[in-house]
């Protein structure tokens, strides 16, 4: 040790001291370090660029030109550094950094910048055919070098997007075993009940601001892949960095392992999860009950908690549970109603005609389906200031049995029951569509090729422009494609996808189909309720979430079929639909964080996390 430079030496026995006398309460000070500083108006971070919401140590809102020390637990140096994601800079530590922080023949001798690296990383990127390979590799880079990952991923989003999420991801997920390196999040199972708040302790940051959580019992279209679904929370969370500006310590992936009831999963001596039967009742609702409750413990009233891929029937009654204690929201039932509700308000100006003028019909009666149809159904409340149960009357449903109808009420689930309406049984989808005759197809089922050629005729028969969309993911399970829709359609259908599809030509027109991806919404939505420190999540913050987007399309996007804006753009989308949320948590009186900004926008957009690099002193 007496041969260490001094600088190492001495940071290495502030360290020393630190652990003798803090102990175990070192967590607990640093967390009231923490609360003090965050106690500070965050307002008065407004004029500093890039910094995230509440970025207590000042890292983040450092540009290029202020140097800032690489903090860990104590200042990180020499190869330590080299292996930490969070300040790792690969080639493009400059001269000095090299010499203050010991790299010197730990690094070839070249200096790459960001910018080159980003080339460099791009290249190789574009070299690997399997889209797997992309995503591994892509992983591989966010583990070893944080800032470098979010810069490619921001800056060539519409490439990268089906990348790091669906349609990749999904294959990710039935295959996690077998890729899986490093935890990138917290798994918390069975054998931690009793004791999820200290497991929530071990994971290494305090500020956390959204928790995205997983069962892994319905993952996309893929159905149930137990401890494989992490690979799901792990996306949504880059994107809520990439996309919405959050920084990504503040963020927090989770998967509750309960079992699984997959029998492939069971016998595959490669997976990493419980090899038992999921877990139902009483033993399911206590772990989900302790965990919202160590979460709040930990965290505070604030944190976000996003359900993702939970069935249909746990996560309609998480939602009901908790939406009135907990800050939640649930991406599959509210974040794709409000992506798709968008799309729909942007369709109505090539279609012409009001919401309230428009009939829809559904393939798909679970949390997908039915939070569509109410959030339409709220909205067209909302325009008509008419009753909610009269307008749901609009829209319709068909599940596996069939049209729901009331005849069928008495067997139906709870959250079907308000789209049970007055009308003779149909069985079919294409019979249902002949009898309804809707303005508007939309397709939730998790089945592929179900709008048959059939199906979409008939929508074109009797609509000049037939609006179809096939959202279920990943693209396997579309419930048709883009080029399907628009040849079936002469070329006169309005169409968009869960994933995307590619343009397709069609009579001598080239069609660009619309991705109505949730990842307009979410990333946007988590910043607007994090920046006003909401307290709960309503409707009426969703309403403003799709408004908010549908304004984003502009007449050029219109003028070439789309109705989703560009993903290029989509800082400044989610920055506007952040405003638009804060702004409704404001008026209704959510909002924790006062006073009120006067510029929501630009408040949104200085919250926002840089992925450039930092100097270091």
């Not at 607990?28 to 923490?34: C, G, I, N, R, S």
């Not at 349609?167 to 009940?193: D, M, N």
């Not at 708040?197 to 997983?214: A, F, G, H, M």
């Not at 968009?496 to 979410?522: C, L, M, R, W």
């Amino acid at each position: 040790m007496l041969n260490e430079p001094p600088f190492f030496l001495f940071y290495q026995i502030v360290h020393c001291l630190q652990r003798l006398v803090l102990g175990i309460k070192q967590r607990k000070t640093w967390a009231l370090m923490e609360t003090s500083k965050m106690n500070g108006s965050v307002l008065d971070n407004k004029a500093a660029g890039g910094g995230g919401v509440e970025d207590v140590y000042g890292e983040d809102f450092a540009t290029e030109d202020q140097l800032i020390t690489p903090w860990t637990v104590s200042v990180a140096s020499g190869y330590t550094l080299l292996r930490d994601p969070k300040h790792n800079k690969g080639l493009a530590f400059n001269e000095q950094e090299r010499d203050s922080h010991y790299l010197r023949g730990l690094l070839p001798p070249s200096f790459l910048s960001q910018e080159l690296q980003e080339k460099k990383l791009m290249h190789n990127l574009r070299q690997y055919k399997v889209p797997l390979q992309r995503y591994v590799a892509m992983m591989d880079l966010q583990e070893r070098n944080e800032r470098l990952f979010y810069k490619l991923l921001i800056d060539n989003v519409e490439e990268l997007l089906p990348v790091v999420y669906t349609p990749t991801v999904g294959e990710a997920c039935q295959k996690y075993g077998s890729i899986f390196r490093r935890p990138q999040g917290l798994y918390i199972s069975l054998k931690e009940k009793g004791r999820i708040s200290e497991v929530l302790k071990n994971w290494p940051e305090r500020n956390i601001q959204v928790i995205v959580v997983t069962d892994g019992e319905r993952i996309l279209g893929l159905g149930d892949l137990g401890c494989q679904g992490m690979g799901i929370p792990v996306g949504k969370l880059s994107l809520y960095t990439a996309l919405g500006g959050l920084r990504p310590s503040a963020c927090l992936p989770i998967t509750i392992d309960v079992g699984t009831n997959n029998e492939q999963l069971l016998n595959d001596e490669f997976y990493i999860g419980l090899k038992q039967k999921r877990a139902t009742g009483q033993d399911y609702a206590e772990l989900l009950e302790e965990f919202m409750s160590a979460v709040k413990q930990n965290y505070g009233e604030k944190v976000l908690i996003q359900f993702e891929d939970f069935a249909n029937h746990n996560a309609f009654e998480l939602l009901t549970k908790y939406s009135s204690s907990h800050l939640v929201f649930n991406d599959d039932i509210q974040g794709t109603a409000s992506v798709v509700l968008s799309g729909i308000i942007a369709a109505l100006k090539l279609v012409g005609g009001s919401l309230a003028d428009q009939t829809f019909l559904f393939l798909g009666a679970g949390e997908a389906g039915t939070g569509i149809a109410e959030l339409i159904a709220l909205e067209m409340s909302k325009q008509t200031e008419s009753p909610i149960e009269e307008t749901r009357k609009k829209v319709w449903l068909v599940d596996s049995k069939g049209l729901i109808v009331s005849s069928r009420k008495e067997s139906l689930q709870h959250f079907k029951k308000p789209w049970a309406h007055e009308h003779e049984p149909v069985k079919g989808l294409l019979d249902a569509v002949k009898a309804i005759k809707p303005t508007m197809l939309i397709g939730t089922s998790g089945t592929g090729k179900t709008f048959t050629k059939e199906v979409v005729e008939a929508m074109a028969s009797f609509n000049e422009k037939p609006v179809i969309f096939a959202l279920s993911n990943p693209t396997s399970q579309s419930e048709c494609t883009a080029e399907e829709a628009y040849t079936w359609s002469e070329g006169r259908a309005i169409f968009a996808s869960g994933s995307p599809f590619d343009p397709v030509e069609y009579d001598g027109k080239v069609f660009t189909p619309g991705q109505g991806n949730n990842a307009y919404i979410f990333p946007g939505l988590g910043l607007g309720l994090i920046m006003s420190g909401a307290i709960r999540v309503r409707e009426e913050m969703l309403l403003a979430a799709s408004e908010a987007l549908a304004a984003q399309v502009t007449q050029e996007n219109f003028d070439n079929g789309l109705i989703y804006p560009p993903f290029a753009n989509i800082r400044k989308i989610s920055a506007h639909i952040a405003a638009k949320v804060a702004a409704k948590a404001y008026e209704l009186g959510l909002a924790s964080r006062l006073p009120q900004p006067e510029d929501l926008v630009s408040y949104a957009e200085s919250c926002m996390y840089s992925p450039v690099y930092r100097c270091y002193r």
